[in-house]
């Protein structure tokens, strides 16, 4: 009943630019949150940005001043403005939502998109 595509990943160099962008869709009532986690081959998932429904946002300490999370009106579509890249922001990047759906009694689920690859070369 909800899915999230994710798109903008890419090859890009070092200083440059991209920016994610994750829909989510289906019979959705409201969002908790949606953000974005990165994940390296061999690390543990890492938060990168995250934004709740009334727009409060948070950031990994490594990325603050550089990425920026926002979402469209009515907040169905969340994106990822990453400035600034560097090498180590080399990862696949995940959206996920937390959100109440039609037909899920039981509270707010977490769903993931399948992930984009950004590569920044140095």
């Known amino acids: 009943q909800v899915q999230l595509v994710e798109s903008g990943g890419g090859l890009v160099q070092a200083g440059g630019s991209l920016r994610l962008s994750c829909a989510a869709s289906?019979?959705?009532?409201?969002?908790?949150?949606m953000g974005w986690y990165r994940q390296v081959p061999g690390k543990q998932r890492e938060l990168v940005a995250v934004i709740s429904g009334g727009g409060t946002t948070n950031y990994a300490d490594s990325v603050k001043g550089r990425f920026t999370i926002s979402r469209t009106n009515p907040k169905n579509t969340v994106y990822l403005q990453m400035n600034s890249l560097k090498a180590e922001d080399t990862a696949v990047y995940l959206c996920?939502?937390?959100?109440?759906?039609?037909?899920?009694?039981?509270?707010?689920?977490?769903?993931w998109g399948q992930g984009t690859q950004v590569t920044v070369s140095s």
């Open positions: 996920n939502a937390d959100l109440y759906y039609a037909g899920y009694l039981g509270g707010s689920r977490t769903f």
């Open positions: 289906g019979s959705i009532f409201s969002i908790n949150s």
